[in-house]
């Protein structure tokens, strides 16, 4: 009996341990003193620093149904500030260029991520961080932690998925 309790317990920790998450930032990218920045949001795998800064951003839409593309938020914590109570993001909507990861983060349904089928697919909570700052003007990336979401994708799958700058994404390496 208490071998198949020791069995139960590991193996329920080791699928636990399966579980990926991604972090969510409100970014600003670019900035010349001339132009303003572009404001989007990036997908990190764990904490966003200047070594692993990316380049681009997915683009911040008041819809991204249908074949839109980018991150749609309600609430007041959705700015790219110190000053947004992270408490207060209502609904994340993120389509990251796939449907198998087009997903809705609700506040009010203790912070379930579903996908569109209206299936509970993993959960996201609050999680402020230090802020995102590297660089001066051009290639400048100020960014802000938002969210945490625990799914089984990584940041890599969703931003492997990335359209064509064209698209959604907007790119500063051009």
Same mark, same amino acid.
């Given at each position: 009996?208490?071998?198949? &309790?020791?069995?139960?317990?590991?193996?329920?920790?080791?699928?636990?341990? $399966?579980?990926?998450?991604?972090?969510?930032?409100?970014?600003?990218? #670019?900035?010349?003193?001339?132009?303003?920045?572009?404001?989007?949001?990036?997908?990190?795998?764990?904490?966003?620093?200047?070594?692993?800064? *990316?380049?681009?951003?997915?683009?911040?839409?008041?819809?991204?149904?249908? #074949?839109?593309?980018?991150?749609?938020?309600?609430?007041?914590?959705?700015?790219?500030?110190?000053?947004?109570?992270?408490?207060? *993001?209502?609904?994340?909507?993120?389509?990251?260029?796939?449907?198998?990861?087009?997903?809705?983060?609700?506040?009010?349904?203790?912070?379930?991520?579903?996908?569109?089928?209206?299936?509970? $697919?993993?959960?996201?909570?609050?999680?402020?961080?230090?802020? *995102?700052?590297?660089?001066?003007?051009?290639?400048?990336?100020?960014?802000?932690?938002?969210?945490?979401?625990?799914?089984? $994708?990584?940041?890599?799958?969703?931003?492997? #998925?990335?359209? &064509?700058?064209?698209?959604?994404?907007?790119?500063?390496?051009?």
């Amino acid at each position: 009996m208490k071998y198949t &309790s020791a069995v139960t317990i590991a193996v329920a920790t080791l699928l636990h341990s $399966v579980n990926a998450n991604f972090d969510l930032y409100r970014v600003g990218l #670019g900035g010349t003193g001339v132009s303003g920045n572009g404001e989007g949001w990036q997908a990190y795998e764990a904490e966003a620093n200047c070594d692993n800064k *990316l380049d681009w951003y997915w683009v911040d839409s008041e819809d991204v149904s249908g #074949g839109k593309y980018g991150v749609r938020c309600e609430g007041d914590g959705c700015g790219r500030s110190q000053d947004d109570d992270d408490k207060s *993001l209502d609904v994340i909507e993120m389509n990251f260029n796939r449907d198998e990861h087009h997903w809705t983060y609700y506040k009010d349904r203790d912070g379930a991520l579903v996908d569109l089928s209206d299936n509970q $697919v993993g959960r996201c909570y609050p999680f402020p961080g230090p802020n *995102l700052n590297c660089g001066l003007t051009v290639g400048r990336v100020d960014g802000y932690r938002k969210i945490r979401c625990e799914i089984d $994708v990584t940041a890599d799958d969703i931003n492997g #998925g990335r359209p &064509s700058k064209r698209r959604a994404a907007r790119d500063f390496t051009a």
